[in-house]
């Protein structure tokens, strides 16, 4: 089991930029890939960037892609999602997620990932 803990949430105006980071502890950080996934009120958690659990490979969504980089440090522990040109429409709590498994694709939805942090909330106000 992995334990994840969100931070760098706020407010920000539209244009503006926000740096997000998700610390875990528990199994070796370098196992596994790491995703961040977003849920805006009312709406159904939705996918943003994963990582392998190298680093060497990310995948984002057609939302963030050119705008939000996903990254990580293994010897810190760390995945970060920077997050650039934020607009209205990002306004959602982001959480980070761990996929267990050692073996396929970057996972794009929810169940794909087993353990998942409690989330940081991000605004942007227009």
């Known amino acids: 089991q992995v334990q994840l803990v969100e931070s760098g949430g706020g407010l920000v105006q539209a244009g503006g930029s926000l740096s997000l980071s998700c610390a875990a502890s528990?199994?070796?950080?370098?196992?596994?890939?790491m995703g961040w996934f977003r849920q805006a009120a009312g709406k159904e958690r939705e996918f943003v960037a994963g990582?392998?659990?190298?680093?060497?490979?990310?995948y984002y969504a057609n939302s963030v892609k050119g705008r939000f980089t996903i990254s990580r440090d293994n010897a810190k522990n760390t995945v970060y999602l920077q997050m650039n040109s934020l607009q209205p429409e990002d306004t959602a709590v982001y959480y980070c997620?761990?996929?267990?498994?050692?073996?396929?694709?970057?996972?794009?939805?929810?169940?794909?990932?087993?353990?998942w942090g409690r989330g940081t909330q991000v605004t942007v106000s227009s």
């Open positions: 997620a761990a996929d267990l498994r050692d073996w396929g694709p970057i996972r794009t939805v929810v169940a794909g990932y087993r353990d």
């Open positions: 528990g199994r070796t950080f370098s196992s596994y890939d």
């Open positions: 990582i392998s659990r190298s680093g060497g490979r990310t």
